[in-house]
C-alpha cells in the first residue's frame, strides 16, 4: 500500500483522537487540511487501513467507528447516550489463552448504561 498525503492525514487523524470518529467526523476534520478530498476517497482508505489492521473499525448498532492501534484496549458503549468509553484494565492476558497459533488483535465490547445516564433524573 503507497502512502499519500489523504492516507497519511486520515491516519494522523484517527491516532491522535480521544473520541471514537466515524467516517464523516474524519471527513470533516481530513477537509481543514485537504479541501479537494471527497468523502468516497475517506470510506476507501478507512477501509484499506482497517484491512491492513492499522485502524480498529468498532460496529456498534446502526454505524462504525474508527479507533487507533496504538495500545491494546476494550471498549464499554452505553445504550442511553451512545458514548464509547475505552478500558484500558489489562482484561485479558493474551499469552494464558490456548490457540492453534498466535494472537494478533482482540476486541472485547462492553454494552450497558454508562454512569452519567444512570445518575439522571428523568423529567
Same mark, same amino acid.
Given at each position: 500500500?503507497?502512502?499519500?498525503?489523504? &492516507?497519511?492525514?486520515? +491516519?494522523?487523524?484517527?491516532?491522535?483522537?480521544?473520541?471514537? +470518529?466515524?467516517?464523516?467526523?474524519?471527513?470533516? =476534520?481530513?477537509?481543514?487540511?485537504?479541501?479537494?478530498?471527497?468523502?468516497?476517497?475517506?470510506?476507501?482508505?478507512?477501509?484499506? +487501513?482497517? =484491512?491492513?489492521?492499522?485502524?480498529?473499525?468498532? @460496529?456498534?448498532?446502526?454505524?462504525?467507528?474508527?479507533?487507533?492501534?496504538? &495500545?491494546?484496549?476494550?471498549?464499554?458503549?452505553?445504550?442511553?447516550?451512545?458514548?464509547?468509553?475505552?478500558?484500558?484494565?489489562?482484561?485479558?492476558?493474551?499469552?494464558?489463552?490456548?490457540?492453534?497459533? @498466535?494472537?494478533?488483535?482482540?476486541?472485547?465490547?462492553?454494552?450497558?448504561?454508562?454512569?452519567?445516564? +444512570?445518575? @439522571?433524573?428523568?423529567?
Amino acid at each position: 500500500m503507497r502512502t499519500t498525503k489523504q &492516507r497519511k492525514l486520515v +491516519l494522523e487523524i484517527i491516532n491522535n483522537s480521544h473520541d471514537h +470518529l466515524n467516517a464523516e467526523d474524519i471527513y470533516y =476534520e481530513c477537509r481543514k487540511k485537504l479541501p479537494n478530498i471527497s468523502l468516497g476517497t475517506v470510506y476507501r482508505i478507512l477501509n484499506q +487501513l482497517s =484491512e491492513r489492521q492499522m485502524i480498529k473499525r468498532l @460496529k456498534f448498532e446502526s454505524y462504525d467507528c474508527f479507533d487507533s492501534m496504538k &495500545r491494546q484496549h476494550s471498549h464499554f458503549y452505553c445504550v442511553k447516550c451512545h458514548h464509547i468509553y475505552d478500558i484500558f484494565d489489562e482484561l485479558i492476558n493474551v499469552d494464558k489463552i490456548k490457540v492453534p497459533g @498466535k494472537i494478533n488483535d482482540y476486541d472485547v465490547k462492553f454494552v450497558g448504561t454508562c454512569d452519567v445516564c +444512570l445518575n @439522571k433524573k428523568e423529567d
